[in-house]
């Protein structure tokens, strides 16, 4: 037996069946004694000034326990400010739980209202006096950054959040010197998580011990450890979060929010637990939205097709603050970053401008950035190819960076350790029958049938290191912690800081663990989720789960492998390195043979360890923390491919098939593998053709309902081919690098280049996502 006997094999998620079973504990099935419910006043304007807010009906109505306004419970809570240092200039209006003077979007908090059960205390908000001065409401970007417009809040001198360029000096030599240039505008719209389990936070604060429970439906529990004991003022050992199962989460659920912050104060002055569930209508207007850039671009070719160069203009629309603690700055900021990153381009120039509007803030969602720089440097890519008459497979392989030409820099600044572009590209071709598909659309084109084919090259950040957020002034840890401990039965228990959110986190530290020891993953337990019972870390966010927290697990299996070969070769009298451990027990490591279980070892260390010769350590518990030191990034790369049919007559698009080949590093698990890269396409998908949060000009959002909001659903999505190729990452003992966001980075840039390989017939294109019929029929000007 290896000591690889798990990694790299497919085993099902763990809680999987436990799920099935409907055995799920979420936030959403606690009920704890005395608990109270909340529910919130929300301003039904976009922005204006608070002239009444009279409580005085609501506090008497029936069931209600206590109502909260801005004036009663702000104090308890120091403000938050969504900015960070290293985004010099960088401004937001500093935010408190429940508006104060001025709501800055419709849905903003005013007045909270608890009651012994969600229907009374929503009752209860219907009986709330509120009149509010509407003011003018700035919901475009474009308009915002206009001298005269009104400021989005009072608590800026400026529209603009943040600017920034990066641009290398031969940028405008470049351009000048080109054979030829192709441009275009994007526009990528607002949309947001719809996850399964909508945001919820059950608060438990005990008088009687000063002790804190927060039950949250949150990635990050140490995070909101920090972010609960510094706001409100108390010690980090009286904060205790526990994450349970999470229902979805894809970035939307980093952040701070006013309502949960509002439901830790009510708990710590009621001394009671408090609950708040958000339901669908209040996600829709509360929860983070996603994307909405506005980006012109671009690129310089010579006359042989090789890339020289890409100037890019991205404006990036946040809403009315920048989110906290991590800022809605970094998804525009990773976007002119992500830019050409496949290809060897030696110049550039990115300009970002973080504008803020009357509307839900925006920030980190799957894939931050990634979907809109891929989009606008593939379809530029096919622009240059059909300007040179090139196939698009052919313009690629002449300017992908070589998989040979490793490490290397980008034109901004990423430094790339080893990547397998060139492998992908010639992998991706063989699995989906390129040239066999371009014969069949050409043939179907005569018959009045309209198939485009689309490509999107890929690079993914995952494992950022330490000075990612730290370097910034963001208390965001980028290391992880596992504890490993042999049980004295003989079986083991990991506790570990990253988190599981259903993709399978706690099945491969199992498997992870289990190789370290000899043993099987079913006979590791795994916990998560619970500052008090794990050690401190990030937990997930970034793809950072099997990369950052394998290698954590993997190193301190290690340790408790060593501790354990030491307690064996005292027991045996024999040296500890020539023993090692497989199927459950200490074998001889030159011939294999079985000297001692695992099981009799835990016995004797828990047990006896007067047995044991004097000076022998019977610890069988093994800490470590691991933090990455090599490269900035992990980045991992990829390929994508689509296959649409478009319906001219319609403008409806058939997604008819997907493929993916991709190169995360060391797969440790290719069915959990293959699971996150089906997930990720479709959650890239249905953007790209469906999902769109739609505002009108008074910033009221229109569509905030699942009757109107479309997602994409099993019968729109198409049968989605995965290939993989690994180039572990040197940087770890374990090479995984990440894979989480690998999906949705491309496979909108893929579909946009497919629906417009389709049009390319009638001379129409489309730049702005989602695709809807109604807009592709606008490019056919047939509207």
């Known amino acids: ?66 109502v909260f306004t801005a004036e009663t419970l702000n104090p308890i809570c120091a403000p938050w400010t969504g900015t ?61 950054l206009v001298e005269g417009t009104p400021l989005v809040s009072e608590g800026i001198d400026s529209n603009l959040c943040f600017r920034t360029v990066l641009e290398t000096p031969g940028l405008d030599e470049a351009f000048a010197n080109a054979a030829h240039v192709v441009e275009d505008s994007f526009t990528f719209g607002r949309h947001t998580a719809v996850t399964l389990e909508p945001r919820a936070v059950v608060a438990d604060f005990d008088p009687s011990t000063g002790q804190l429970t927060v039950h949250h439906g949150t990635q990050t529990p140490y995070q909101f450890q920090d972010v609960y004991a510094h706001q409100f003022g108390l010690p980090d050992n009286k904060v205790r979060v526990i994450a349970p199962d999470v229902g979805g989460s894809f970035g939307m659920k980093l952040h701070v929010y006013n309502e ?68 809605s700055v970094a998804e525009g900021n990773q976007v002119i970053r992500l830019m050409g990153a496949p290809y060897t381009m030696p110049d550039y120039r990115g300009r970002l401008s973080v504008v803020f509007q009357n509307k839900v803030q925006t920030s980190q969602y799957r894939a931050v950035g990634h979907p809109i720089a891929c989009a606008v440097t593939e379809a530029l890519v096919d622009r240059a190819a059909e300007q040179l008459d090139l196939d698009p497979i052919e313009i690629r392989q002449r300017n992908l960076v070589a998989d040979d030409a ?28 390129y040239d066999a598909l371009r ?92 500052t008090d019972t794990t050690p401190s870390g990030g937990a997930t966010w970034a793809c950072r789960g099997a990369g950052i927290g394998g290698e954590t697990a993997l190193r301190a299996g290690r340790r408790l492998q060593a501790q354990i070969l030491a307690i064996a070769g005292a027991v045996l009298q024999a040296e500890p390195a020539t023993l090692a451990l497989a199927g459950g027990t200490v074998v001889d490591k030159a011939t294999g043979k079985e000297r001692i279980t695992l099981a009799e070892i835990g016995r004797i260390a828990t047990y006896r360890p007067d047995t044991l010769p004097e000076g022998c350590d019977n610890s069988l518990t093994a800490v470590q923390h691991f933090a990455p030191t090599g490269y900035p990034f992990d980045f991992t790369n990829g390929i994508q491919a689509s296959h649409v049919e478009v319906d001219i007559e319609t403008g409806v698009t058939r997604l008819l098939k997907h493929w993916v080949v991709e190169d995360c590093g060391r797969i440790i698990n290719p069915l959990l593998v293959d699971e996150q890269i089906r997930g990720g396409v479709v959650q890239g998908l249905g953007p790209a053709f469906f999902e769109e949060c739609m505002y009108d000009d008074m910033g009221q959002m229109t569509n905030a309902s699942l009757a109107d909001y ?40 893929a579909a946009m280049n497919a629906v417009n390989d389709a049009l390319r017939p009638m001379g129409a294109r489309i730049s702005q996502t989602p695709m809807t019929p109604l807009r592709i029929l606008t490019a056919l000007g047939h509207v």
Not at 93 to 101: K, V
Not at 287 to 315: C, E, N, P, Y
């Open 1 to 66: 037996m290896t000591s690889t006997d798990h990694i790299g094999q497919s085993h099902r998620r763990e809680n999987a069946l436990r799920h099935l079973a409907g055995r799920g504990r979420f936030v959403t099935d606690l009920a704890l004694p005395r608990m109270v419910h909340a529910a919130f006043v929300r301003s039904p304007m976009a922005k204006g000034k608070i002239v009444e807010l009279d409580v005085s009906a609501a506090a008497e109505a029936p069931g209600v326990v206590r």
């Open 84 to 144: 960070l240092d290293h985004f010099a200039g960088m401004k937001s209006a500093p935010q408190n739980m429940l508006a104060e003077g001025q709501v800055l979007w419709a849905g903003h908090p005013v007045a909270m209202i608890l009651a012994h059960s969600r229907a009374e205390a929503e009752d209860a908000c219907e009986l709330v006096l509120l009149d509010i001065e509407d003011e003018e409401a700035v919901v475009d970007g474009d308009a915002a």
């Open 260 to 327: 949960e912050m509002a439901v830790v104060a009510a708990s710590l002055k009621l001394g009671r637990p408090v609950r708040f569930v958000a339901d669908r209508l209040e996600s829709f207007v509360s929860d983070v939205h996603a994307r909405d850039h506005r980006v012109s671009a671009r690129m310089a070719m010579d006359a042989q097709g090789t890339i020289l160069a890409m100037d890019v203009d991205d404006m990036t629309q946040i809403g009315a603050i920048s989110t906290y603690p991590r800022t």
């Open 406 to 433: 490793y490490p290397h820099v980008s034109a901004t600044g990423y430094q790339f350790e080893k990547l397998s572009h060139h492998a992908a590209l010639a992998k991706l071709r063989e699995i989906m029958g």
């Open 439 to 530: 014969a069949e659309q050409a043939e179907l084109r005569k018959q009045g049938i309209y198939r485009g084919i689309g490509i999107a090259s890929f690079v993914e950040i995952t494992n950022p290191g330490a000075a990612f957020y730290g370097v910034g002034g963001a208390r965001v840890s980028a290391q992880d912690g596992a504890i490993v401990r042999l049980t004295p039965s003989g079986e083991v228990h990991c506790a570990i800081s990253v988190t599981e959110q259903g993709q399978g986190t706690e099945t491969i530290i199992a498997q992870v663990v289990a190789d370290q020891l000899g043993v099987t993953p079913d006979q590791v337990k795994v916990t998560t989720g619970d």
């Open 710 to 749: 479309l997602v994409p659903m099993a019968g729109e999505m198409p049968d989605i081919e995965i290939a993989h190729i690994e180039t572990p990452t040197l940087d770890t003992i374990l090479g995984a690098k990440g894979v989480g966001e690998a999906g949705t980075a491309a496979a909108g840039a």
